[in-house]
Antibody, heavy 121, light 107 residues
Framework: EVQLVESGGGLVQPGGSLRLSCAASGFTFSNYWMNWVRQAPGKGLVWVSR????????TYADSVRGRFTISRDNAKNTLYLQMNSLRDEDTAVYYC??????????????WGRGTLVTVSS | DIQMTQSPSSLSASVGDTVTITCRASQSINRYLNWYQQKPGKAPELLIY???SLQSGFPSRFSGSGSGTDFTLTISSLQPEDFVTYYCQQSYSIPRTFGQGTKVEIK
């Protein structure tokens, strides 16, 4: 079955750290760019970060640059998000999402079910 | 960053109605526009890509159009399972940005 399964969320104090994982199955993980997208409770979707297929190129939203690190292990078919210096406003469900394209048109065609990160004292 | 503005933020309709959701980009994005459907408590699902291409698995009552800065998602003959939230997203530049969402509610 083609799927993405996130894990690693939980309750953390402001200033703390957390590492999220996203296990991929059913497709050739190493061929695809991958992303993290988050959604605060009751709010909309916000793109967080992306990584290219071999892990050498990464991009971040301004709100997390310098605090979050995206990485991947293609041998384990797993995507990661290391989150440091967490703030209250980082509280959200974090989704991993696979990027696909049709010609020049890129889109997120597979999403995980998400993992909830709550930053609170 | 490119801002994406959806309207309305919510709408009420009845089963069988036709509804249109609008998405406007703060600058031209050609046809680099995607639509996602999100059911409560679930992950988003790709609905339409490249402004008008319907993703496999979705019925033909969903259609998208537009280019440049103005785009529309039309749902014809609303079915009970369509009363959920829809997001547009641009893939023209980084950071990828989403509209704020449109919740379609049962009247």
């Amino acid at each position: 079955e083609v799927q993405l399964v996130e894990s690693g969320g939980g309750l953390v104090q402001p200033g703390g750290s957390l590492r999220l994982s996203c296990a991929a199955s059913g497709f050739t993980f190493s061929n695809y760019w991958m992303n993290w997208v988050r959604q605060a409770p009751g709010k909309g979707l916000v793109w967080v970060s992306r990584i290219n297929s071999d892990g050498r190129t990464t991009t971040y939203a301004d709100s997390v640059r310098g605090r979050f690190t995206i990485s991947r292990d293609n041998a384990k078919n797993t995507l990661y998000l290391q989150m440091n210096s967490l703030r209250d406003e980082d509280t959200a469900v974090y989704y991993c999402a696979k990027t696909s394209h049709s010609g020049d048109y890129w889109y997120f065609d597979l999403w995980g079910r998400g993992t909830l990160v709550t930053v609170s004292s | 960053d490119i801002q994406m503005t959806q309207s309305p933020s919510s709408l009420s309709a009845s089963v069988g109605d036709t509804v249109t959701i609008t998405c406007r980009a703060s600058q031209s994005i050609n046809r680099y526009l995607n639509w996602y459907q999100q059911k409560p408590g679930k992950a988003p699902e790709l609905l339409i890509y490249a402004a008008s291409s319907l993703q496999s698995g979705f019925p033909s009552r969903f259609s998208g159009s537009g280019s440049g800065t103005d785009f529309t998602l039309t749902i014809s003959s609303l079915q009970p399972e369509d009363f959920v939230t829809y997001y547009c997203q641009q893939s023209y530049s980084i950071p990828r940005t989403f509209g704020q969402g449109t919740k379609v509610e049962i009247k």
